[in-house]
């Protein structure tokens, strides 16, 4: 597999962060972590938001959220993920989309 | 605010603002919510506009929409690792106006359709978040949105919020999207001259042209690629079954920067420029996949209506058309001093069902569901496709016959007839 640098990618975009206010959060840390075998949303975000860390925890940085849903959608097993848009006005600002 | 208006459209892209603009046309008071800076600045799309859909609704929309090109050519690629056979659809007919297809930037596009509904006395309000729905019984009475004191009420909501819609699922009126039936797509638009873009595509002025692309690219997911030319920048995109990301665990910008990296690919967007990296999500269940569309102060138009024909590539158009639907509904019941209760409101499905729009998605009903039993459309198939033709095209001293029982043997070997004929027939019916 080809090594892309995600973070590069969403450099171009422009995004207005509320900061301290992230719209998604992981219900249940303990789940991602002790429960949760596939962790399919640290492949699946196009934006990169998840990380596996090295002991089997999984992190969430909203930052650079493409506000897709995907994350909310796939965690069909444990429906871990508490998913809102962002409060009007904040988050990503498509130039082109 | 207490103001209480006849109706309230949630979302600004295609069918928000069709059913928006429809209805303040007609003289209803029309309030319009987006939770983006501006109308578009959420919306991601190919983006491929068909003329069609929006001339029902702003027959001279060609004065003064921002369009890109118009398309006079389609190409059609299936992809091996290498390679690709293709076929390309090119008429003079599409050179002429009234043009058919447009390409077009969702984010300007949004905003000039947004200024139609305000110029037609729609009030739309930009950057606020509608929370959740207010009841009154079973009743949608009206929207509460993030801003201070922000209930504001309506004696009907249409729902045009775009796939997730998360408003939908807090009421109940539909369950979650399975990821069997969504699609994940990541693009990129990048900035290349017209000098260099036309003579690259074989184009000239405002002329543009559309490729399409199934196979190998798509790592033997569900999907497809596209690679459309705006004025000033192409933009390319890769879109797969979400249930097919997660079993497979390919990172979607993996996907997109192999297929940009695809030697049929890379030469066509030799000095291009990175502008934007977006991603979004395609409602392609089909037609067994569509949630309940109306029901007593409410009906849902649009992607958060799953009306998507994945097979043609056409999302906007069903949105637009069935946002208008909507809006005519409501207009007609208004006119005559009906209430919009669910009984009266069924009258937005019938049009719909008489319409293009369910006309379609029923035809192709079996089509996700044959794709899901036969994914070697997306990886054997284009293989062996590509290796025919390329004994078709190598001259290398090998007899024809030969050559052709190479071909065959690949077939027979690599699937079984039994199970391309399976497939062929699965993917007939489906289409019938
Ligand atoms: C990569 C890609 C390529 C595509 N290519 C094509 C193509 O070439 N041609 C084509 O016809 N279709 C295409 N489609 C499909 C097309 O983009 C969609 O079908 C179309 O945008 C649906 O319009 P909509 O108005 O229903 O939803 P959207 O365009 O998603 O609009 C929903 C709006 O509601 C707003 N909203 C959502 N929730 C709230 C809330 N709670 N409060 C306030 N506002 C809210 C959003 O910000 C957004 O503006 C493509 C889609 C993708 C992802
Ligand atoms: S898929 Fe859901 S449960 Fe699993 S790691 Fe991700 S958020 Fe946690
Ligand atoms: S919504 Fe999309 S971009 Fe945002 S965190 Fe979830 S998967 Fe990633």
Not at chain 2, 267 to 286: N, R
Request: with cysteine.
């Amino acid at each position: 597999m080809m090594r892309v640098n995600v973070e590069e990618k969403l450099f171009q975009n422009r995004y207005k962060v509320d900061a301290g206010r992230p719209h998604i959060q992981i219900r249940d840390p303990d789940v991602c972590r002790s429960q949760c075998q596939a962790q399919q949303c640290t492949t699946c975000c196009p934006a990169g938001c998840y990380t596996a860390e090295g002991n089997g925890a999984v992190t969430l940085i909203t930052d650079g959220c493409l506000e897709c849903g995907t994350c909310r959608v796939i965690c069909t097993e444990f429906r871990n993920v508490d998913w809102e848009y962002p409060r009007g006005g904040f988050g990503i600002l498509f130039k082109f989309g | 605010m207490h103001e209480k208006f006849d109706t309230i459209v949630v979302g600004a892209g295609p069918a928000g603002n069709a059913a928006a603009y429809t209805l303040a046309k007609a003289g209803l008071s029309v309030l319009q919510i987006e939770r983006g800076e501006t109308p578009g600045s959420k919306n991601v799309q190919g983006a491929i506009l068909y003329a069609d859909a929006l001339e029902r609704i702003i027959p001279d929309f060609r004065d003064d929409a921002p369009l890109e090109r118009y398309l006079i050519e389609q190409r059609g690629w299936l992809l091996d690792d290498e390679a690709y056979v293709g076929g390309n659809y090119r008429a003079e007919a599409f050179n002429r106006p009234p043009y058919n297809r447009y390409t077009i930037v969702r984010a300007q596009f949004d905003k000039w359709f947004s200024k139609k509904v305000q110029d037609a006395g729609g009030l739309v309000i930009c950057e606020t978040t509608v929370r959740e729905l207010i009841f009154d019984g079973d009743r949608v009475a009206g929207v509460l949105t993030d801003r201070e004191g922000g209930a504001i009420y309506a004696d009907l909501v249409i729902l045009a919020d775009g796939v997730n819609s998360t408003l939908a699922r807090k009421a109940g009126f539909h369950p979650e999207l399975k990821p069997k039936d969504v699609a994940l797509a990541v693009k990129e638009t990048l900035f290349l001259a017209p000098e260099i873009i036309e003579p690259r595509f074989n184009v000239k002025g405002d002329e543009g042209v559309a490729i399409e692309m199934v196979g190998k690219i798509t790592k033997g997911m569900i999907g497809t690629g596209f690679l459309y030319t705006n004025k000033e920048s192409l933009t390319i995109g890769v879109g797969c079954m979400l249930s097919d990301f997660a079993a497979q665990k390919i990172p979607p910008y993996v996907m997109l920067e192999e297929m940009k990296a695809h030697p049929a690919i890379r030469p066509l967007l030799e000095g291009a420029e990175v502008k934007e990296y977006v991603a979004h999500l395609i409602p392609e269940g089909g037609y067994d996949a569509i949630p309940k569309l109306y029901g007593n102060g409410w009906m849902i138009a649009g992607d958060s209506a799953g009306l998507v024909n994945a097979v043609h590539r056409e999302g906007s158009n069903l949105a637009m058309t069935s946002g208008r639907l909507a809006a005519e509904t409501a207009i007609d019941l208004h006119a005559a001093g009906q209430p919009f209760s669910a009984a009266n409101l069924a009258g937005y499905k019938q049009r719909l069902d008489d319409s293009f729009v369910m006309k379609d998605l029923k035809k192709y009903r079996r089509l996700p569901a044959a794709l899901h039993r036969s994914p070697h459309f997306f990886t054997l198939y284009p293989e062996l496709i590509t290796l025919a033709a390329h004994q078709w095209v190598k001259v290398d001293g090998v007899d024809k016959k030969s050559k052709e029982r190479e071909v065959r043997r690949a077939f027979a070997g690599r699937r079984g007839w039994l199970g391309m004929m399976g497939d062929a027939f699965r993917l007939w019916r489906a289409f019938e």
